[in-house]
């Protein structure tokens, strides 16, 4: 069965990498949800996506820069107000898994360490994940493949999955190369075949970000491990449709 992941969240409604958005998506009945995380001022694991929180936040500046109680004072869902009026933070990693203590959904956590290096970032997620005791659940990604690589040199028992937006050619051997036991395309590479051989080698593919419906339909059908969406509603629809 082809897992559906929430993408930030179910972020095609909800305020994206919220503590709003994780719920929903579990209440929507995805299987997982897909976050973004980054290194604060103060060393704090904080859930966002861009460097900079201009884009999702009322605040400005750069995540690096500023503490986590800075960070937290800000609101995240404030370019969604006519539609939620709560004050909505950016979460930490820790509120998170302490929230996935409720509940049996998997997730993908995607380290965003390709524009700033973000020393020492792969370890404290490691050990925050051993500490909630996560490992069966979380799934490492990130377009940085030498952060992959050492989170897997770091933390074998922990699933990794590379992320690439380009074509590769046979990513099922360099998935296995790198111990990678997943792999995270761009949806508009991840052709059937691909597909196929990658799952063939026991390489699980979970294509991004996929909110057309055609596509949902076809990557189903073609039965790869997981879909990453902004609307696990849809998805769950047409997964519906093949069982």
């Known amino acids: 069965m082809t897992l559906i992941f929430a993408h930030r969240g179910y972020s095609a409604v909800y305020p994206e990498n919220t503590m709003k958005a994780f719920r929903e998506a579990e209440k929507a009945g995805a299987d997982g949800i897909e976050l973004d995380v980054q290194l604060t001022k103060d060393g704090e694991i904080v859930v966002i996506h861009d460097e900079k929180v201009d884009r999702t936040t009322n605040g400005r500046g750069h995540v690096k820069d500023l503490t986590l109680k800075e960070l937290r004072k800000l609101d995240a869902g404030f370019h969604k107000k006519k539609i939620f009026s709560n004050h909505e933070p950016i979460p ?12 049996e959904m998997i997730c993908n956590i995607e380290l965003k360490n390709g524009v700033y290096p973000y020393e020492g970032m792969e370890d404290k997620v490691i050990n925050l994940i051993r500490e909630y005791e996560m490992k069966e659940r979380i799934i490492l990604s990130s377009f940085n493949h030498y952060s992959i690589v050492y989170c897997y040199r770091v933390a074998p028992e922990i699933e990794t999955a590379p992320l690439f937006s380009e074509g590769l050619y046979m990513p099922w051997i360099y998935a296995q190369s790198i111990g990678a036991k997943s792999i995270h395309p761009k949806y508009t590479i991840a052709k059937n075949e691909l597909i196929q051989m990658s799952e063939d080698y026991g390489i ?21 491990a997981g879909l990453i969406t902004d609307n696990p509603v849809i998805a769950k629809k047409i997964r519906e449709v093949y069982e």
């Open 92 to 103: 930490s990693l820790v509120e998170v898994l302490e929230w996935m203590r409720t509940n």
């Open 204 to 224: 699980a593919v979970r294509p991004y970000t996929v909110n057309k419906e055609k596509e949902m339909h076809r990557l189903i059908s073609t039965g790869c």
